[in-house]
């Protein structure tokens, strides 16, 4: 366990400066540092809060909000999907834990020192959840403090820091040329559906599936 | 914190910790199923360009010149801290401008 925690140790630091950010920017929607808190432990997914605070923000409905946070969350069924094998050597009461903190940063890391050394296991990737835990609660309370110490973040444009983020995001998923025509498809048809007045859940949904399906149209031997 | 506030720490807790379970539960056969890998694999991809997309859609100048900022931080350095900052900073200084 505790090889896990010193592997996981330089993306924890990455992971606790985004946390921080995310902090301010939850503090400026509205969340208390026990709010905070308290939806870092329950959801634990950095990518998905960052979307629904952000979706909440804009849009004041929990229902948009939710279902942007939630959606962004469908990779995990792949993610926890790799690692059953390793979550099976745990004893119920850790491997819930390690379930819980299943994240992009570990299950990559956990997986890929695995290869070399096959002792790594259940109790490495616990290790490696538990370091992530630690970072993602602290800094996003500390940037929550933050966030309601200093007034009028508008300045140092934090209206654009999610946005920023998400693009990010983009970058580190991007699977290659691949993607162009379901990506561009997902770009214009949000585009397009905000334009004409849909309520923008319903178009990020919309457009997100218009370009799935379009990944079905234009590269059909990927399967 | 307002009870919506609260609401959406539930739901989007009890919708994440249901995911990871269908993940532990079913992902194998799930992911064993070439629909259903597609799925998965494509959609947040999409959903993330949608998120971008809709940001721009509803916001103004200074935000499709701070996008632009942040794609280019964002292919160069691959680091979320630095797109963040780069696009902050041109967001600011494209609203003084404009």
Same mark, same amino acid.
Request: proline share 4%; aromatic share 8%.
């Given at each position: ?223 | ?9 539930? @739901?989007? $807790? #009890?919708?994440?910790? !249901? ?6 539960? &079913?992902?194998? *056969?799930?992911? =064993? ?18 998120? @971008?997309? $809709? #940001?721009?859609?509803? !916001? ?6 701070? &996008?632009?900022? *942040?794609?280019? =931080? ?25």
């Amino acid at each position: 366990m505790r090889r896990g925690l010193l592997a996981i140790l330089p993306l924890a630091l990455g992971v606790a400066l985004y946390g921080f950010a995310f902090g301010i920017l939850a503090s400026e929607a509205g969340f208390s540092s026990e709010g905070i808190a308290l939806m870092g432990v329950a959801v634990f997914a950095g990518a998905s809060q960052i979307a629904a605070v952000d979706q909440f923000l804009n849009t004041g409905t929990v229902l948009g909000a939710a279902l942007a946070g939630a959606a962004l969350n469908l990779r995990y069924i792949g993610i926890v999907a790799s690692v059953v094998p390793l979550l099976r050597e745990l004893p119920w009461s850790t491997r819930l834990i390690a379930l819980q903190g299943a994240t992009d940063e570990n299950f990559a890391l956990t997986l890929a020192a695995r290869k070399d050394d096959p002792s790594v296991g259940g109790r490495f990737l616990l290790g490696t959840a538990l370091g992530l835990i630690i970072a993602w609660l602290t800094s996003t309370v500390i940037g929550g403090l933050a966030g309601q110490a200093i007034p009028d973040l508008e300045r140092f444009g934090i209206g654009f820091a999610f946005t920023a983020a998400f693009i990010a995001m983009a970058r580190a998923l991007w699977p290659g040329k691949a993607a162009m025509a379901p990506w561009g498809t997902a770009f214009a048809a949000t585009v397009g559906l905000v334009w004409l007045g849909v309520p923008t859940a319903g178009a990020l949904v919309i457009g997100a599936l218009s370009g799935v399906a379009m990944d079905f149209l234009v590269n059909p031997d990927d399967a | 914190m307002t009870p919506e506030h609260w609401i959406l720490i539930a @739901v989007l $807790s #009890a919708s994440t910790i !249901g995911l990871r379970l269908v993940g532990y539960l &079913a992902g194998s *056969a799930m992911m =064993a199923r070439p629909f259903w890998r597609r799925v998965l694999d494509v959609f947040p991809g999409c959903l993330v360009t949608a998120l @971008v997309a $809709s #940001a721009l859609a509803n !916001g103004g100048p200074a935000h499709v010149i701070a &996008a632009l900022v *942040a794609l280019a =931080a964002a292919i160069v350095t691959r680091n979320i801290i630095v797109t963040m900052l780069l696009g902050m900073g041109a967001f600011v200084l494209a609203g003084m401008v404009l």
